[in-house]
């Protein structure tokens, strides 16, 4: 009986204490909630920027080609034999320069007796106009030798064209190419021997469709960029408009002259255009960093003033679907869903929520431009 009562009293002891630690631990617990419920987190330190409104270039985007003002594939007319190659290949030359001479040692030789037969029969014309002016020969006579002169010069001046077009020249300023033939070498004709190319100025030649025509004009200010150039466009001018229209694409070609000083733009490159218009449209812009991209819509977090009535000077984050547009850089037009003046965040955009509290912190904001040119580039 004795050991009954003490196994009780345990028991009841335990139940005691354990219901002494459960309403401790129960109390505890519901302090923690009470706590998580009334817990606000520290707000979120972003960088801002302002929606913007400016005015941009309207400009019409083409793919071109680069071609020259003059291009040449210098050839030999007549047959014959390389005896003398005036040229490095990649050189630079002048109108005019020598280019390559053929073996001309017959064509010599024949306009050596060619000379002695023309200036015979230029002196014996000049006896017999003397007789004839004096009645002694008939006119005849006068006329044959005439005409004996004239063919004597007429075989010099063939002899001359033969030996000229052995001659090979360069007939504009340009860059040659790589030469195609050698020393000994025996032509035919039509061979190629060098390509020539004029560099400066250049072509660059595009298309565009026909609902822009109306607004092509020449002298209109055109923007080329390739990978000879780096980062930094050339500008030209459009110089020609084809006069018809393509009835396969609809588009027109379009034809405009660039600055080539430093040959760095090449025949058969190929380059972007921009052709800029003379009108400029009206846009508001903000920072591409400050779009959250998502597959549904695209959206933007505007810095707002809390509407809470004891916290007016906290500022909140309201999550604003948009409409985008052009890029430009680090801009990006947007169409719909902001207005002038409004504060959005500018980076960090996918850490954020919908009425977050923020603070703003600008010291470290990045640097955006519309023509960006980074250093690595």
Excluded: C
Aim: no cysteine.
């Amino acid at each position: 009986m004795k050991m009954f009562l003490r196994i009780s009293m345990a028991l009841l002891g335990m139940i005691v204490v354990v219901g002494a630690l459960g309403a401790v631990k129960g109390l505890q617990i519901k302090r923690m909630i009470a706590h998580g419920e009334s817990f606000v987190p520290p707000p979120q330190t972003v960088s801002t920027a302002p929606v913007q409104r400016t005015a941009w270039e309207e400009t019409i985007q083409a793919v071109g080609t680069l071609a020259s003002v003059e291009g040449v594939v210098t050839t030999a007319e007549l047959p014959g034999k390389v005896v003398h190659i005036a040229f490095e290949s990649g050189a630079y030359v002048t109108a005019g320069q020598l280019l390559l001479q053929q073996d001309i040692s017959i064509e010599t030789a024949q306009l050596k007796v060619a000379t002695s037969e023309r200036d015979l029969a230029r002196k014996e014309l000049a006896r017999i106009q003397a007789l004839y002016d004096r009645n002694v020969v008939p006119v005849a006579q006068l006329e044959e030798l005439q005409s004996r002169l004239e063919q004597a010069v007429a075989q010099e001046e063939l002899i001359r064209a033969n030996i000229a077009k052995k001659t090979i020249r360069a007939p504009f300023i340009g860059r040659l190419g790589i030469r195609q033939v050698n020393i000994g070498e025996v032509l035919s004709s039509g061979q190629p021997i060098v390509t020539l190319q004029s560099l400066d100025p250049i072509y660059v030649n595009f298309q565009v469709p026909q609902q822009y025509l109306a607004s092509m004009r020449d002298d209109l200010i055109v923007r080329v960029r390739s990978d000879a150039l780096g980062d930094r466009p050339i500008e030209g001018k459009i110089s020609a408009l084809n006069p018809e229209v393509d009835s396969t694409t609809r588009n027109v070609k379009v034809q405009a002259t660039l600055p080539n000083s430093d040959e760095r733009l090449r025949p058969g490159m190929y380059a972007t255009v921009s052709v800029v218009l003379p009108v400029k449209k009206r846009v508001l812009t903000i920072p591409t960093t400050a779009i959250r991209f998502a597959p549904y819509a695209d959206s933007v977090f505007l810095v707002e003033t809390s509407g809470e009535s004891h916290a007016k000077d906290q500022l909140v984050l309201r999550q604003q679907f948009v409409q985008l547009g052009e890029r430009r850089g680090d801009y990006v037009v947007v169409q719909e869903g902001i207005d002038f003046g409004q504060q959005v965040v500018s980076t960090g955009v996918f850490k954020l929520r919908n009425g977050q509290t923020v603070v703003v912190d600008n010291n470290k904001s990045p640097t955006f431009e519309t023509a960006p040119r980074p250093k690595d580039a």
